[in-house]
Every structure is written in structure tokens, then in C-alpha cells.
């Protein structure tokens, strides 16, 4: 009987109604599982050593020094992505946000450049992507691929 309700609990939940903008922003900041995290979660169960807070242009957030690649996680509403979330309009201050995230897109292109420049190779992971079953085989894949080259 008790195997049974617990079963019942990891059924899928029913559909929710969207989110209104400051649940969105709340559900953000408060997310225990930030993206980062997803992803040395996958690193370390593929044994693969990475270190994080590297003094590099842009302050990769993890960083596979011994294969000289840096792992750049992003945002996709601050980083401008072309997804849905990246074209999300805010309700209010359009401006200030629109230049923000100008700011943000021209910096990680800049750094994106010095890094190369400093010989490193470097994957993106937008949060969206995150989403996707596969995103760790994907990722495991790439850095595979950029170790061998
Ligand atoms: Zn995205």
C-alpha cells in the first residue's frame, strides 16, 4: 500500500497556468537548482575535472583547464538569447532593460573573442537547452570533440 502512494506522487503534475512576470522573476532568483549547478552535476558524474571562479576574460563559470576549454552558461533573458525567453519583453522599464542587455550581449562577445585569443575553446549552454532530454549527451559529445582537436 505504502509503494503505492508513493508512486502516485511522481506522477505528472497537471498542466499549470502560465506564470505571470514576477512569479517568473521569483521562480528565477530562488531556484536551487541554478543552471551551473545542472551542469557540474554532469561533469562530475562523467568524471570529467573542472574548477569554476577561473580568472579568465568574462569569468567563465566552469572552466576545463587540462583541455583548455571554458564552459560559459547563460541566461537566456540577460544574455539575449533568441529563444522565447531571450525575446521576452519586460512590462516595464523597456529601456533600461533593452540597454542592459545590449550590454551584456556586446560583453560576452568581447570575451568571447579574448578568451579565443588566449587559445581557449569555448561552449555556450543557454538555459533553455537545459531543457532538452539529451543536453548531456550533447555536452559530453562536444567536449569530446574539442578535446580531440
Ligand atoms: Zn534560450
Known amino acids: ?37 545542472l551542469v557540474m552535476a554532469c561533469l562530475k558524474d562523467e568524471k570529467i575535472k573542472f574548477s569554476t571562479h577561473a580568472k579568465l576574460p568574462g569569468q567563465p563559470d566552469i572552466v576545463l583547464s587540462k583541455r583548455k576549454i571554458a564552459i560559459r552558461v547563460m541566461g537566456c533573458f ?51 537547452g537545459l531543457r532538452k532530454v539529451n543536453w548531456k549527451e550533447k555536452l559530453i559529445e562536444t567536449i569530446m570533440r574539442l578535446t580531440q582537436s
Open 1 to 37: 500500500m505504502a509503494k503505492r502512494t508513493a508512486k502516485a506522487t511522481t506522477k505528472r503534475a497537471p498542466k499549470k497556468a502560465p506564470m505571470t512576470r514576477s512569479e517568473v522573476m521569483r521562480a528565477v532568483k530562488s531556484k536551487n537548482t541554478r543552471p551551473e549547478l
Open 78 to 128: 540577460w544574455h539575449g538569447h533568441s529563444c522565447k525567453n531571450g525575446n521576452r519583453v519586460p512590462r516595464s522599464n523597456i529601456p533600461y532593460w533593452t540597454a542592459k542587455i545590449k550590454r551584456n550581449v556586446m560583453r560576452d562577445r568581447e570575451n568571447l573573442r579574448d578568451l579565443k585569443k588566449l587559445g581557449w575553446q569555448v561552449i555556450n549552454i543557454w538555459e533553455c
